[in-house]
């Protein structure tokens, strides 16, 4: 199983429980300082583990929506009070200013879409929200398309994680391999639209 900081995903949501779940959705979702968080691989995970009684798959689904459009809400609000400032930051253990370029020039290129498509990339889903606040986004635009990357991503991977873990004998034995096959299967929408996107403007 993919670890974090050492410790093995498994592990970590069975110490931190529903609430700790939780909480690393809210923090990956719109703070800058959960860019290295194991959003994709956790919430697949968690779905894994509800489908064997650890815990309720409703509650679970429920509040990783909300957390994660919490989490992006909060994003854009940091981004929009402090702005261009941030974009002048150095470089600390937190922050790195080459991920908020990438997210800027993913913002810039697919406007309103990067709320969504942000959701399953990883690094750029944490700092997306920030920069669509330091772009004075329309806020009613960006709650609208936080509210469906936020249900896309959260619901999409607690179910599948919780549909392997009920259809599948002895799924545990897969885990490892299953984890990184979304992980890389997360990416494929925003890679897909982008060549779509690709091919459009070359045919013009």
Known sequence: M???????????????????????????????IGFFLPGDSLLFTAGFMASQGVFSIVLLMVGCVVAAIAGDSVGYAFGNRVGKKIFR???????RKHHLRRARDFYEKYGAKTIVMSRFIPVIRSFAPIVAGAADMDYRTFLFYNVVGGASWALGLTGLGYAMGALIPNVDHYLLPLV?????????PPVIHVMIERRKSHQK
């Open 2 to 32: 993919e670890s974090f900081l050492g410790i093995n995903i498994n592990t970590l949501i069975q110490t931190t429980g529903l609430l700790g779940v939780l909480g690393i959705v809210f923090a990956e979702s719109g703070l800058f």
């Open 89 to 95: 930051r150095e470089h600390s253990f937190f922050f």
């Open 180 to 188: 990184g096959a979304v992980i890389v299967l997360s990416f494929l």
